[in-house]
């Protein structure tokens, strides 16, 4: 039986008067005149105060036995909502639903009312929450370490079809619930200046940062609560505030207001999210919202660790800091600086502290998201820093010119600091050569790691680079956000499969049951009602639950091929007009997805399938057959609505470009079949749910690598196949933007002419036939009703619990403590 911990502790009435003294005290109304809103706020703020205390309690606990923890550190932390799911871990979801509605209060509405945290802008941010939920369900010692944007990822509306950005004030005028103030816990962060050399009292050369400025950083604590446990982890976000006087030397020069000033464009630290997915901008304030990240995050580390009464000389058996890609990477030199030139304790020493301490994840292959900062704005911003990376690597450069003597070109590969007429650091080469461990996300990405990324690393530091496979909480992504299949699969295997989800097996032998599937089906049908009364509401489209919900959700990147379902769209709609003979089932495709602002081609897409949408689902020739909807803004809380509503799963990225997905995971967890390449953490669904359960279409890596080589020639693709002609030549055409030809030209010509790197071409008529293939075997509703459930009962692999017992097994060595 589930323990539920803090089922125990709940007391009705005096919750009742903490939500009636938050309604009063803090938000300065009364039960007869408050809004929704404030309910929602005042019951959050009474969930926080419970929260709290045993988040103060586990990190008692946890400094008294001196427990080894995991220190995540990353720019992105996409939560989501936090109060049904802390409810939901709470134990306390019956409780508190029944104690609103003696209030007066629906607790499903008071949950509408608050705004997603967004703190991230996809994949890579939404894993960092998925492992944080699974180190509090599963009691490995963890603190999350992150920002406090003051706006996170845009409010995405469409204006005539094209992406407009709203900024997304996620705190609202009230601030957030459930995120609690440390202010004990502030530091400062230094920045600018110069480096000075100096002998110290024992005669020693000594190096030490003069810096010229300081900003202050603020701790707020977001709990996170471990599922069915007490324990109660701190996501720690640190928000930078300028506290004049501010630029020191403008100060003491008597320039009062240039400093105010300087103290200003500080106050700027963390204010906004870069918006880019698998991108590196390579701003000057980024290093600095870096920076600021690490160095307060590495100082509470080393506050913690000493006031737990531990030496430095003990760091990194007591702390594992891991790197959730690059981002973080200046914790590194921080570290190092801190060690050298506050410890003293000389580079050795502080070198095996330091690389014994820090693990890096490598997520993308992708060129363009490898993170490189020019030498000069290191150099300005951060003088020591670059002094200690330039000593890394000469001393790296040593080690290579033993294994490859004389090798410049080996040198020139593997060297942190690439040559050229601007000096960059490489941050992933900085990573790979500081930290113990190096992990790619899927086994597909972390064998291109190896091979093509970082051959020779892989050889100068044998078993250094490994796999941990990406998982997603069960928790948010089967319980919380589909209560119809969670009731089902308890009935069948007992209710603690949302911590077990090994359990979930037990469905496998019901597969074939009649009357399950018939269960099954029902429940996915309610989900899909659930969503096509969402869109009737909020967008105005009628929608047949009858149809085959289609559903392609991520961020937009030519990468993901969203314009590769487009085209298939396009065909459709081509043959339902002009072949007679073409029959299909109806099919409603919908998409989500955010294009960072600057991306044209992204935003391009978007609008091509709006365009396309308002046409295909006005035009009475259609018979209703084909549907698109495009949903706006696309977050963690429509997310919840769609994952559980889909049949079909679009995982179609050019093979080697996806290092894992996660989103591919929910849906088969939920019951949709995938349409996928080889590409990512597919490949390992594949591997668990049999060919049969899952429709794998495309190139392979090698091929698309082979294709490459031999000069990949989009026209050939053209010439060769009329469907893809005619889909292509629509773009051309004023079909959807009547009046106005061309609008839509630029995808096909990115396509034709562009150098398309991602292939779409090469993949349609494979994509085409695979569709096909779908669109008949869903004709049979009890074979697809038996896949369906097989996806879901085969899927305990992608729990990001067992993602999390990898890390703590293999490379952080960590042991759970319970409360
Ligand atoms: O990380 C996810 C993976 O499942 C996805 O396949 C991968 O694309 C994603 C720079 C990134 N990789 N790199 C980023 C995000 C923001 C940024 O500024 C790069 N995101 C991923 C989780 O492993």
């Known amino acids: 039986m589930p323990k539920n911990g803090q089922t125990q502790q709940f007391n009705k009435a005096a919750f009742q008067a903490a939500v009636e003294k938050h309604l009063t005290t803090t938000y300065a109304t009364t039960d007869e005149t408050a809004s929704t809103r404030s309910w929602y706020l005042a019951m959050g703020k009474a969930l926080a105060e419970i ?17 080894r923890s995991v220190n995540y550190l990353s720019l992105e932390f996409l939560i989501g909502r936090l109060t049904g799911n802390n409810l939901i871990s709470m134990g306390l979801y019956e409780n508190v639903a029944e104690a609103m509605e003696e209030m007066g209060q629906n607790l499903t509405d008071l949950l509408e009312e608050e705004r997603d945290p967004a703190l991230g802008n996809g994949g890579l941010g939404r894993l960092a929450a998925c492992f944080m939920d699974s180190l509090a369900a599963q009691e490995y010692p963890a603190v999350g370490y992150g920002l406090h944007y003051e706006y996170g990822l845009f409010r995405q509306s469409f204006v005539d079809g094209r992406q ?5 004030a996620w705190r609202g005028i009230e601030g957030y619930p459930w995120e609690v103030l440390r202010p004990e816990l502030s530091q400062q962060v230094s920045l600018y200046g110069h480096v000075e050399g100096y002998t110290d009292e024992n005669g020693v050369e000594c190096r030490r940062w003069v810096p010229a400025m300081s900003v202050e950083g603020v701790a707020w604590d977001l709990p996170i609560v471990g599922y069915d446990n007490k324990s109660v982890y701190p996501l720690r976000l640190w928000e930078c505030r300028s506290n004049a006087p501010f630029n020191l030397a403008r100060f003491n020069d008597g320039d009062y207001v240039g400093a105010q000033y300087s103290a200003l464009e500080a106050g700027n630290v963390t204010k906004v999210l870069y918006p880019n997915d698998n991108h590196d901008q390579g701003k000057a304030l ?31 058996k007591l702390e594992t800091i891991q790197l959730n890609d690059t981002h973080p990477t200046i914790a590194i030199p921080e570290l190092m600086r801190i060690l050298l030139d506050e410890y003293k304790l000389g580079w050795e020493k502080a070198w095996e502290i330091s690389s014994k301490t820090f693990a890096y ?8 998201a490898l993170e490189t900062w020019s030498e000069a704005l290191i150099h300005q911003m951060l003088p020591r820093h670059m002094e200690i990376i330039f000593e890394i690597n000469h001393r790296f450069m040593k080690q290579v010119e033993q294994t490859w003597p004389s090798n410049n070109e080996v040198k020139r590969k593997l060297s942190i600091i ?18 113990y461990a190096v992990n790619g996300v899927a086994a597909l990405h972390s064998e291109l790691v190896k091979r093509d990324l970082f051959p020779e690393f892989n050889e100068i530091f044998p078993g250094r680079l490994t796999n941990v496979t990406n998982g997603v909480t069960p928790r948010r992504w089967i319980k919380y956000c589909n209560p119809g299949l969670s009731a089902l699969i308890s009935e069948k295997v007992g209710n603690d499969w949302p911590a077990n989800l090994e359990k979930i097996a037990g469905l496998e032998k019901f597969a074939d049951d009649a009357a399950f599937q018939k269960r099954y089906m029902a429940v996915k049908k309610e989900n899909k009602q659930r969503l096509a009364d969402w869109v009737e509401e909020n967008m105005g489209i009628e929608l047949d639950t009858d149809a085959i919900f289609d559903i392609q959700i991520k961020r937009l ?3 993901k091929r969203q314009h590769l379902n487009l085209l298939n769209i396009l065909a459709l709609y081509h043959r339902l007009l002009n072949d007679p003979t073409f029959d299909m089932h109806p099919r409603v495709f919908f998409f989500g997805a955010k294009a960072a602002p600057g991306y044209a081609l992204a935003k391009d897409i978007i609008f091509a399938i709006n365009k396309v949408a308002e046409k295909v689902n006005n035009d009475p020739r259609l018979g209703g057959k084909l549907k698109v909807v ?4 696309y977050r963690v809380s429509l997310a919840e609505i ?10 179609i990225s050019t093979a080697g470009k996806e290092a894992s997905g996660t989103g591919n995971m929910k849906f088969a967890m939920n019951g949709a079949l995938t349409i996928g390449t080889m590409d990512g953490a597919n490949v390992e669904m594949r591997e668990e749910v049999g060919d049969e359960n899952i429709f794998i279409f495309g190139l392979l890596v090698d091929e698309v690598q082979k294709l490459k080589q031999e000069g990949y020639d989009p026209y050939r693709y053209y010439h060769a196949d009329s469907l893809l002609r005619a889909a292509l030549d629509l773009l051309e055409t004023d079909e959807f933007t009547p009046g106005n030809p061309g609008q839509l030209a630029a995808i096909r010509h990115n396509l034709l002419e562009g150098g398309d790197p991602y292939l779409v071409l090469a993949d349609f008529a494979d994509y085409v036939k695979t569709q096909e293939k779908i669109d008949a075997e869903y004709r049979d509703q009890k074979t697809w009703a038996r896949k369906a459930i097989l996806n879901t009962a085969l899927m305990s692999k992608f729990s990001s619990d067992r993602s999390i017992r990898d890390y703590a097994n293999n490379i952080w060595k960590l042991e759970p403590v319970s409360l």
Do not use: W
């Open 51 to 67: 929260s709290t205390g045993n988040l103060l309690a586990t990190e008692k606990n946890l400094a008294e036995q001196k427990a």
């Open 164 to 168: 407009v950005e709203a900024p997304d």
């Open 286 to 316: 980024r290093l600095m919202q870096q920076y600021f990240h690490c160095a307060c995050s590495v100082a509470d580390i080393l506050r913690r660790h000493e006031a737990a009464g531990n030496t430095i000389e003990s760091l990194s």
């Open 361 to 368: 994840t490598n997520h993308t292959l992708l060129p363009e």
């Open 418 to 435: 690439q040559e050229g007429p601007q000096r960059m650091v490489r941050m992933a080469n900085l990573c790979v050569v500081s930290t």
């Open 557 to 559: 990147h030519e990468y």
């Open 630 to 633: 495009f949903i706006p803004d």
């Open 642 to 651: 769609l994952f559980p509503a889909a049949d079909v799963s679009e995982q």
